[in-house]
């Protein structure tokens, strides 16, 4: 198993806020300890939202806690009853995300001896205060991951595998089950790239100046993100109408293999554009040969369709869809061209990658 950046800083918040314990003389370090674990967050800007809503479930608990022993005792049933009030109230302020640590203030100072019962639940609630800060501190030393370069290798990996897989599959050489496979895995890592995305923006927000430069860029990754669940669309359609596309006339399958073609190799491009490696001026239009045009596609689908209806009603909407898919993503492509191209031409001192990026 890899060892992540979230569990090395998880390990060392921890270390940290039982060493400062320790050495301030806070009875029961533990708590202090396990504070630590719930603050640990994968950005400095979720960890500083997490921090201010673990201070207070922290007040919240503590408070609670107080309440209940001095007006009930602290027998078992009063500490399950302080826990139900303690989250009836934290979800009702929409501190779901603080539950936890309530909770655990609660068990830590209704459990505290009866003699000096106030000096002790100060000093637990202030151990897990203590335990908060470290996970903070820990988050802001440790240099944050580098989610630019984890976001494009992402984009750039599942854009490989699907541009592959389309290839294949308009050859009807796929590997059905194989695909099928392939296809939930991808489904995945798309559902994790928009999760990098998210943190990327998160941490460009936080520590970036608001550049109309920096702004572009995110619009950029968010438009490649866009044009990978297009192609992604695109191989989905491809894998469920198999049949139907096996079908069509021998003319039209080579069209659409042209274009699609032409299509991924386009795809392709623009990321070596977007890494530098494409000069700015270049358009990549003049770097493919199409021979089937957009337009051509279109009559050739439209003739087909309407040869279909008479044979089978649904064959027509299903190649409709296909059509469809295929426009789109050509359209979402020439708009993520524009915008790099844009950016290279009015941001021109500010680097469109970063160096870890360029080195891919």
Not at 18 to 44: D, E, R, S, V
Not at 254 to 272: K, V
Request: aromatic share 10%; no cysteine; net charge neutral.
């Amino acid at each position: 198993m890899k060892l992540g950046a979230r569990m090395l800083k998880t390990g060392i918040a921890i270390t940290l806020a039982l060493y400062i314990a320790q050495l301030l003389g806070i009875p029961a370090p533990l708590f202090a300890g396990i504070a630590a674990i719930f603050a640990i967050q994968p950005t400095i800007y979720r960890s500083y939202l997490t921090v201010l809503e673990q201070i207070q479930g922290n007040i919240i608990g503590a408070i609670i806690a107080v309440i209940f022993v001095m007006a009930f005792g602290n027998h078992i049933l009063i500490i399950g009853f302080a826990a139900i009030i303690a989250i009836i109230f934290m979800v009702n302020l929409k501190l779901e995300n603080s539950i936890r640590l309530a909770l655990v203030t609660i068990i830590a100072i209704m459990e505290a001896p009866a003699d000096d019962f106030l000096q002790f639940a100060l000093l637990r609630s202030s151990a897990i205060f203590l335990g908060i800060i470290s996970s903070f501190a820990v988050n802001l030393i440790f240099i944050p991951p580098k989610y630019e370069t984890k976001l494009f290798q992402s984009i750039s990996g599942v854009t490989e595998d699907i541009i592959q897989w389309i290839r294949l599959t308009t050859r009807f050489a796929s590997e059905d089950r194989l695909l099928k496979k392939d296809i939930g895995n991808i489904k995945d890592k798309i559902r994790n790239i928009n999760l990098l995305y998210s943190m990327y923006k998160e941490e460009r927000r936080y520590f970036k100046k608001h550049k109309f430069s920096d702004k572009r860029k995110l619009v950029i990754y968010h438009q490649m993100i866009q044009v990978t669940q297009k192609s992604f669309d695109i191989l989905k359609l491809q894998h469920r109408y198999e049949n139907i596309l096996y079908q069509l006339p021998e003319s039209l399958q080579l069209h659409t293999r042209e274009r699609l073609d032409y299509l991924l190799s386009y795809h392709e491009q623009l990321h070596l554009k977007f890494l530098g490696r494409v000069r700015a001026e270049v358009e990549l239009d003049t770097l493919n040969q199409a021979t089937f045009n957009r337009d051509q596609l279109m009559d050739a689908f439209i003739k087909e369709i309407k040869n279909s209806e008479i044979e089978n009603e649904f064959q027509p909407y299903h190649l409709m869809h296909i059509l469809s898919a295929t426009i789109e993503y050509e359209e979402q492509l020439e708009h993520l061209e524009l915008l790099i191209r844009t950016f290279q031409t009015y941001h021109k001192k500010d680097s469109i990658v970063s160096e870890e990026t360029q080195k891919l």
